[in-house]
């Protein structure tokens, strides 16, 4: 009599139900009680800082809703990578804890749009999309070689759908579901005045030769719209920007930040218009501008400032480069393709049509496919879940089957990825608003993944007498202004710049502070590199503006590092030698830390084997400031 | 008719349906007995190490062979309860139903005030707020001074305003960990041994330099009052209601099995 009994109970908890909806007001009203009675109790204080704060963070992190990490093996949800970024520990597709030293400030959880939540619908065999040909191959996913295989059948699901043909893998209740998941987890973990989540997702357009123009469209509040604008809808980053236009309209408000220029094969920072001859105009400029006031210039799939063929001069170029296209092996060709070369192609283009479309900012970001970004060298996990986790996928440690006497490796793209990078950004306090509006000024920095600071402030008012002063942040700003800003003309009168970096108090001291000058001559394209603060008491040889070598090494037998050397802090002001009134120029902040034992270095001292003689042994982690303009009348 | 138009409501209507027919089959040929053979460690044994490339330790290896045991009685019972009736659902999805049934039930009723507060006194450590510091400090740069730790000692008693910070000149409310993480953990950890006061004290050296601190107030580690944690605690209460009401389900069906092991 056991079932009949259990009968009687579920029929009674229908009735229940009924009863549970006809109720609700009285439930509401009690909610409503103890949730005033919460807010009386400890109203919370959210900290003001009028001279700002640094705030670092991510905004560019994937979870088990992106299709590329389901198939990775990545099981971890957004509120999983929120959690990581408030310092949580939680679990790698392979089953070990990620955590940072130190947690961050605010994160974007920025799934791909496209595919949202589905590859976790067509692993379930049972579901509705257990039938499909691919769920055999995706619920396979669950080791390196598996993973590999269910990526290639997704991406060859891509590459020849039938582009006029439904794509019986955009299912729209799918995404709307995982998209309403996205939002309810940011919502919750949204903590003003400690904790930032933002609502996000990541717009992954490629050209038809895997040109990358991927970018991360992060809202200001929760105001978002019902479903995301996807690579489905269209492959043009100008629909994508027209999109936010019509949502800007209707009180939604957005950016979108674009990420690895440096595979994009000179299509993430053109001259025209999107597989188009027509030049770009003051319209594109100002449709981009509107929407794109930053980029993102490193992440793990390596850093796009500059790459030696465009610059040089510069010996510290060759800096993390990843030059293969995403997602593919074909060849990256510099022009087009980083970040100080656009910001010298957009002066040239406001030249002619009156508008930069390339007046940017910068961050730096993980995009991390395992919900939890990789910032430390000696705590470094790559992006791709179980397929590049065992050192030997990434060419860090040889293959097990190789000649000791001559190693071979393991040649993948993991090979060129880095424990990059966080965004800082300057803001009053840790709250959307003033986050956002400080993404809106440019108020920002990168880095490669140490919680550098660095400050940035130009002007006419400035000059030496700042520096060391109490209120020299106040004065700055009072009398200048901040990174992102400009300067304009006329006045013969060189403008002087303020710069200041303190080091991550867990990582490396500083070794160098420099301005990175680019502009206008003649038409012409130009940089320079200028050392303006030199640790350990060192000073600029005028000559050739380089700090003397501070000595800074490191043992590769075992990661030490040369003690006592380097600087906590290192701050300058600075006035550009070669200013020219009549000349368009740029100017921002690079500050390199003293080496340290790069990722794949530890990787080779963990397993007792060489490091790999393809990679750098070392590397100097840094940061840059988005740049301040001058505008000549 | 409005609860047929919940899906809940009418998935357990339709549930009953399916039990008051099931009522007339028989359930006999169902066992209560539970066997766990050899072979069925070793493929819970292969099939971990398949999907972690490792194999499991032993206390992973106890927890798949309970999970398989009580896969296996909620199997039995799901059959005995008629859920596979006319149906080719299998195994899994049984189990998952039966799984999905008893958390809804454990859902459906909201808990009481009274029983929100119970639950805190009872889980009071899990809301402990650990101490919290609030100061000023002064800070003496070693880069711009041959002997900060030695000016910092003089402005103990000079009041002398030292060099110009990156960081806030003073917090309010952190915990030493967040001190940590912005000063270096040295740091933290020697503020955290002051006693407050009103004149500055140290010096203390950070990651950056010499600082002299004025340690105004520490907020000892203390329990809230359920009113500041009352959401998280109805969450957590909820969860756990959940998770117990599963667990009791569970113990109550497993009184009625006789699970045979292998001999270790």
């Known amino acids: 009599m056991r079932i009949v009994f259990f009968v009687a109970a579920l029929l009674a908890f229908g009735c229940s139900q009924e009863t549970a909806v006809e109720s609700q007001t009285t439930d509401t009203g009690q909610a409503d009680a103890v949730e005033a009675a919460a807010q009386t109790a400890a109203e919370p204080v959210i900290e003001v800082n009028p001279n700002k704060n640094a705030y670092f963070g991510d905004t560019h992190v994937h979870t088990i809703l992106s299709f590329d990490a389901y198939i990775m093996g990545t099981r971890r949800t957004p509120d999983d990578a929120y959690e990581f970024a408030k310092g949580g520990a939680i679990e790698h597709a392979s089953g070990f804890k990620m955590q940072m030293k130190k947690p961050l400030d605010f994160l974007a959880v920025s799934d791909h749009a496209f595919y949202l939540g589905m590859m976790r619908e067509l692993a379930d065999e049972e579901g509705p999309y257990g039938d499909h040909r691919l769920s055999e191959v995706v619920a396979g996913a669950t080791s390196a070689q598996g993973s590999t295989a269910a990526f290639q059948a997704v991406l060859g699901h891509l590459r020849d759908r039938d582009p006029n043909a439904p794509d019986d893998l955009d299912d729209r209740d799918v995404r709307r579901s995982a998209w309403q998941e996205v939002i309810e987890s940011a919502e919750r973990h949204n903590d003003p005045g400690n904790f930032t989540a933002f609502i996000g997702y990541e717009f992954t357009s490629s050209g038809p030769g895997a040109q990358n123009l991927h970018r991360n469209v992060i809202f200001r509040n929760d105001k978002v719209p019902a479903i995301p604008f996807s690579r489905l809808d269209s492959i043009n980053p100008e629909d994508l920007w027209a999109w936010m236009d019509t949502n800007r309209d209707q009180g939604i408000e957005s950016l979108a930040i674009p990420h690895n220029p440096n595979g994009s094969d000179g299509w993430m920072f053109e001259r025209t218009y999107f597989q188009s001859d027509k030049p770009i105009d003051a319209a594109y400029a100002e449709l981009r501008m509107r929407n794109e006031p930053l980029v993102e210039n490193s992440q793990v799939k390596g850093t796009s400032d500059t790459h030696p063929l465009l610059s040089p001069n510069d010996e510290w170029a060759d800096f993390e480069l990843m030059e293969l296209r995403i997602a593919s092996t074909l060849p990256s060709r510099p022009e087009g393709s980083y970040v100080r070369n656009a910001l010298l192609n957009g002066m040239l283009i406001e030249e002619e049509t009156g508008t930069n479309p390339y007046k940017f900012g910068v961050i730096a970001a993980s995009d991390t496919h395992n919900a939890a970004g990789s910032f430390e060298e000696d705590n470094y996990w790559s992006k791709t879940g179980l397929m590049d986790i065992n050192p030997v996928n990434r060419g860090s440690v040889p293959l097990p089957d190789s000649d000791p006497a001559s190693p071979e490796y393991a040649s993948g793209a993991s090979n060129f990825w880095g424990a990059s990078g966080l965004a800082g950004v300057w803001a009053e306090s840790n709250t959307r608003d003033a986050l956002y509006d400080s993404f809106r000024r440019k108020e920002t920095f990168a880095t490669s993944g140490p919680h550098i600071r660095v400050r940035f402030f130009g002007g006419r008012g400035l000059d030496a007498s700042l520096e060391g002063t109490d209120d020299v942040i106040a004065t700055a700003y009072a009398n200048g202004v901040p990174m992102g800003g400009e300067i304009n003309g006329p006045g013969d009168e060189a403008p002087s710049f303020y710069l200041w970096a303190s080091k991550d108090p867990d990582t490396e001291k500083l070794q160098r502070l420099q301005i990175i000058k680019g502009w206008i001559e003649d038409g012409d394209r130009k940089e320079a590199v200028f050392d303006v603060a030199c640790s350990d008491g060192g000073q600029v040889d005028p000559a050739t503006n380089r700090c003397p070598d501070n000595g800074a090494s490191v043992d590769i037998a075992t990661c030490a590092t040369t003690p006592d050397v380097g600087a906590s802090e290192l701050s300058a002001t600075w006035t550009d030698p070669g200013f020219d009134p009549g000349q368009r120029a740029f100017y921002y902040v690079r500050v390199l830390e003293n080496p340290k034992c790069r990722w794949s270095t530890w990787d080779a001292i963990r397993a007792g084997t060489p490091p790999n003689p393809n990679m750098h042994a070392t590397i100097q982690d840094r940061a840059w400031s988005s740049p301040i303009w001058f505008n000549p009348s | ?264």
Do not use: C
């Open chain 2, 1 to 264: 008719m409005n609860w047929l138009k919940d899906p809940l409501a009418a998935f357990l209507a339709g549930g009953a349906l399916i039990f008051l027919a099931s009522m007339f089959v028989s359930d006999a040929e169902i066992s209560y007995d539970v066997e766990v053979r050899d072979a069925d460690i070793e493929r819970l044994h292969d099939h971990w190490n398949m999907q972690m490339r490792r194999p499991p330790t032993v206390q992973e290896l106890a927890d798949l062979v309970e999970q398989f045991v009580k896969d296996e009685i909620y199997f039995r019972e799901s059959k005995r309860l008629g859920l596979d009736a006319n149906d080719s659902i299998v195994r899994r999805r049984m189990v998952q139903k039966l799984t999905y049934l008893t958390e809804d039930i454990a859902a459906s009723n909201p808990l009481e005030e009274a029983a929100l507060q119970a639950y805190f006194e009872e889980n009071q450590e899990d809301y402990r707020v650990s101490a919290q510091f609030s100061f000023s400090h002064r800070y003496f740069s070693t880069d711009r001074r041959d002997d900060a730790e030695g000016d910092a000692r003089r402005a103990l008693e000079t009041g002398a305003s030292g060099d110009p910070f990156m960081l806030q000149n003073s917090y309010n409310g952190r915990s030493e960990s967040q001190i940590g993480d912005l000063f270096g953990r040295d740091f933290a950890s020697a503020l955290a041994q002051l006693e407050p006061g009103k004149s500055p004290q140290g010096p203390i050296e950070s990651a950056y330099g010499w600082h002299t601190v004025k340690l105004t107030s520490v907020e000892a580690a203390h329990i809230p009052d359920f009113a500041e944690v009352a959401d998280r605690v109805a969450s957590d209460a909820e969860q756990a209601a959940r998770h117990s009401a599963n667990e009791a389900y569970y113990d109550d069906l497993k009184t009625r099995y006789n699970v045979i092991y292998p001999d270790p």
